[in-house]
């Protein structure tokens, strides 16, 4: 698993009440050792307002289809947790180049780097 692939995993609710299954994309270091991977949140609720820290998505796309998603997404890139590879679900795909130092970008914001 490497930074930019988009895995399935059991993401925890904020309050911690329970989790859901849902698509994330790998931010942390392909070269981070250990069995932690730390993932940023991706929802396909893209009708509410989209934050300075959000990368959306759409199907036309070119790169689109390489990700996996089935459909239009938002990258939450302020929604991000650390999580044991032994939890996710798999792999459904992975972002381009130009896409991830997009959402590159965004994770400064969200953490003010």
């Known amino acids: ?12 609710f904020t309050d911690l009440t329970g989790s859901k299954r849902r698509p994330a994309v790998i931010v942390s270091s392909s070269t981070k ?3 932690d991977v730390i ?3 991706i929802s396909s ?3 509410q307002p989209i934050q300075s820290t959000d990368f959306v998505i759409d199907q036309d796309h070119p790169d689109f289809k390489a ?3 089935k459909v239009r997404s938002v990258f939450k890139m302020d929604k ?6 032994r939890i996710l679900r798999g792999e459904i795909g992975i972002v381009s180049q130009s896409i991830l130092n997009k959402l590159n970008q965004r994770l400064r ?3 003010d780097l």
């Open 33 to 35: 050792k250990g069995d």
């Open 39 to 41: 993932l940023a949140f």
């Open 45 to 47: 609720k893209v009708d």
């Open 109 to 111: 914001l969200a953490l």
């Open 1 to 12: 698993m490497t930074k930019g692939n988009i895995v399935l995993a059991l993401f925890p």
């Open 80 to 85: 991000i947790v650390t999580l044991e590879k």
């Open 67 to 69: 990700t996996g998603l």
